[in-house]
């Protein structure tokens, strides 16, 4: 019998320094053994391009990325929901494994104050990837 595969849904408020980070490092880190999701409550036009370069020095690409609007649907289907820094406007649903990550907000900051924020959401990833269950 197979195993399904988890999936986690990371949620700022923007969708353009964190949650796109932690997705890029989950998506980079886990491969197809999770299914990664990222939305923000009040998405920005584009992804933040200090996050972009700061990824990009560890082999990671994300600037393809667009940031998303955070729906219900996406809360719903998601086993594990991690929050960072958008509050009380992330849907509530019984079941899920819910964590609210607090770390500073890349925005407006330069590649020097975000590399410790980007190493911090590795760490944090790395110990989500050993808690889960993965097929």
Request: with cysteine; net charge negative; proline share 6%.
């Amino acid at each position: 019998m197979s195993q399904r595969r988890p999936t986690v849904l990371f949620v700022c408020v923007h969708n353009a320094g964190r949650s796109q980070m932690a997705a890029g490092y989950l998506a980079h880190l886990a491969g197809d053994r999770i299914d990664v999701l990222s939305a923000g409550s009040q998405p920005a036009d584009q992804v933040n391009q200090v996050a972009v370069a700061a990824m990009a020095e560890e082999g990671i690409d994300i600037a393809a990325e667009q940031p998303k609007i955070l729906t219900s649907a996406a809360v719903r289907e998601s086993d594990v929901v991690i929050t960072m820094g958008c509050g009380d406007e992330c849907p509530f649903f019984p079941g899920k494994r819910y964590e609210d990550w607090k770390l500073d907000d890349p925005a407006g900051q330069g590649i020097e104050a975000v590399r410790p924020i980007r190493d911090e959401i590795r760490h944090r990833v790395e110990d989500l990837i050993a808690s889960l269950d993965l097929p």
